[in-house]
């Protein structure tokens, strides 16, 4: 599983449950890592995509557990229905997108994380964990978007795998409350 996220210098995502930046050329990049595979994502998230409508040739899956009735995604409410769900894809098609609580939760389990680093400082409500600062995240690779933005994917050297269960086991974890 991988995360994918645009960051300011300060790792904030987001400001006001908009993101912080819109470049052409990170959506493009984004586009062309998440096509034809599985994004996860919150509510939140969700409703940041353009008229709230899935994103197009992927497979959407939203975790709420408010929000029962979305067309068009798959919803999770837990991470138990999560976690049953992701066992039916291979785990290098799925990429958690945001937003905050559900890269937190996820991340641990990402075997990479795409960041694009965009050298501004913006003022921002939601972070991305800082990479540089977590012991068992390294950078294998940096490429030059433009100006001010680099992608930098990031190896977790220790991921936790994605459980595998019974529709009758439970993970013993809490999921968001959006």
């Known amino acids: 599983m991988k995360a994918i996220a645009c960051v300011s210098n300060n790792w904030g995502i987001g400001f006001n449950n908009n993101l912080l930046f819109n470049m052409k050329e990170d959506m493009l990049h984004f586009k062309e890592n998440t096509i034809h595979k599985v994004c996860v994502m919150g509510y939140n998230t969700f409703k940041g995509l353009p008229n709230s409508k899935p994103l197009p040739n992927r497979i959407n899956i939203v975790l709420t557990s408010k929000h029962r009735n ?36 996820l991340l641990p389990y990402c075997n990479e994380a795409i960041i694009t680093k965009v050298n501004i400082e913006k003022e921002a409500d939601t972070y991305f964990k800082n990479l540089d600062k977590l012991k068992n995240w390294e950078v294998v690779e940096k490429k030059t978007l433009n100006q001010y933005s680099t992608i930098v994917k990031y190896e977790n050297k220790y991921p936790l795998n994605i459980p595998k269960f019974d529709k009758n086991q439970d993970i013993n974890n809490e999921f968001l409350k959006s």
């Open 70 to 105: 979305l067309q068009d995604v798959i919803v999770c409410a837990s991470l138990n229905d999560l976690f049953r769900e992701l066992n039916n894809f291979p785990t290098d098609d799925i990429y958690v997108i945001g937003g905050e609580k559900v890269y937190n939760t």
